[in-house]
């Protein structure tokens, strides 16, 4: 039997043809016919790191093509390209549907389902709005079990709306069996002064500590667009929207309101706002970023520059958006 030095100087000394039909064989033996590494060693008379070359070579030269066929509508090529532009730990992008609503509503499944398929965990943190709300009622059954729940920034309406986009981590919680940790505060309030009162409360601190060690949060991103669930709750005016557009916003993270390149742009408007800073969300595990539609295109990709998110679940259309930029 050759030593394994002769066996790489035969191996390296192969013509084409030949390697090309040792590429075959071995694709053939592990594809095909379920084949150890060792099995394929013996039988092609090489070592189990020249049958992983002739495979990865085969890969890489077309001869095998492996093909990604979720069972759910899902775009894994864009998924791929978003994790490699963006150093992302795992993206989720579905097909656009025929309408906004729609469209949401794939997104917010597919949500779900991540989510649902992540380790079991005792503590999450999520945030309120029309997305995560659409997430958290998607939510499969059962999909966790005695979960706590804790809700990264205030909630309480100054406005009710149409449609209660508050009640997140309610449903969160209802669906995995346990317990929701609730914020009972105002997103934003009137005074920075207020805020660090409210912080220092014993009861809202723990509340805030609950955040900051949930090693997995999930949150929307928001637009800088009169229909903005801060402006729709009472939070901001569509005055002050509209000063925080000349100021750079380009949407918000956590109700923060930041630029292109994810900088709080009013931190004055910052000091009055209670719950996780995005900042906080780039040391966690899992940091997933829900989002759908154009209005929002601007928003990630601010997120993303940032590093607020190391998962992004979204549509086709913003996973493009993304994928364009320069």
């Not at 997430?135 to 990264?152: K, Q, T």
């Not at 220092?200 to 800088?224: E, H, M, N, R, Y």
């Not at 109700?255 to 009013?266: K, Q």
């Not at 940032?306 to 320069?326: I, K, P, Q, R, S």
Request: include cysteine; hydrophobic fraction near 50%; glycine fraction near 8%.
């Amino acid at each position: 039997m050759l030593a394994e030095a002769d066996r790489e100087i035969q191996f390296r000394g192969l013509s084409p043809d030949q390697r090309e039909h040792l590429m075959l064989r071995a694709a053939k033996g592990y594809y095909d016919l379920e084949m150890t590494m060792a099995d394929l060693a013996r039988e092609l008379g090489l070592t189990r790191f020249q049958v992983s070359r002739l495979l990865k070579d085969a890969r890489e030269t077309g001869i095998v093509r492996i093909e990604i066929v979720p069972r759910t509508p899902r775009r894994p090529d864009l998924e791929a390209g978003l994790q490699r532009r963006f150093g992302l730990k795992d993206a989720v992008v579905v097909p656009n549907a025929i309408d906004d609503a729609m469209t949401l509503d794939a997104v917010a499944q597919a949500a779900g389902r991540f989510i649902a398929g992540l380790a079991p965990q005792s503590l999450i943190g999520v945030s309120w709005g029309r997305t995560m709300a659409a997430v958290a009622h998607r939510l499969p059954p059962f999909w966790a079990s005695g979960i706590e729940v804790v809700l990264l920034n205030g909630a309480m309406n100054i406005r009710s709306s149409a449609s209660r986009t508050n009640n997140v981590a309610e449903l969160f919680a209802q669906a995995g069996a346990g317990a929701a940790t609730l914020l009972p505060v105002p997103a934003i309030v009137g005074k920075a002064a207020t805020r660090d009162a409210l912080e220092q409360d014993p009861t809202i601190a723990d509340v805030l500590a609950l955040g900051v060690a949930a090693k997995t949060v999930i949150f929307g991103i928001g637009s800088v667009e009169p229909g903005s669930v801060l402006v729709q709750s009472g939070f901001i005016t569509e005055r002050d929207l509209a000063t925080l557009r000349r100021k750079g916003a380009v949407g918000d993270v956590l109700g923060r309101f930041i630029d292109p390149h994810g900088v709080i742009v009013d931190p004055a408007l910052d000091a009055r706002t209670i719950g996780l800073a995005p900042a906080a969300c780039r040391d966690k595990p899992y940091a997933i970023a829900v989002a759908a539609g154009a209005s929002k295109h601007a928003a990630v990709r601010a997120a993303l520059r940032a590093g607020y998110m190391n998962v992004l679940v979204t549509d086709e259309g913003t996973a493009a958006f993304l994928l364009g930029e320069t």
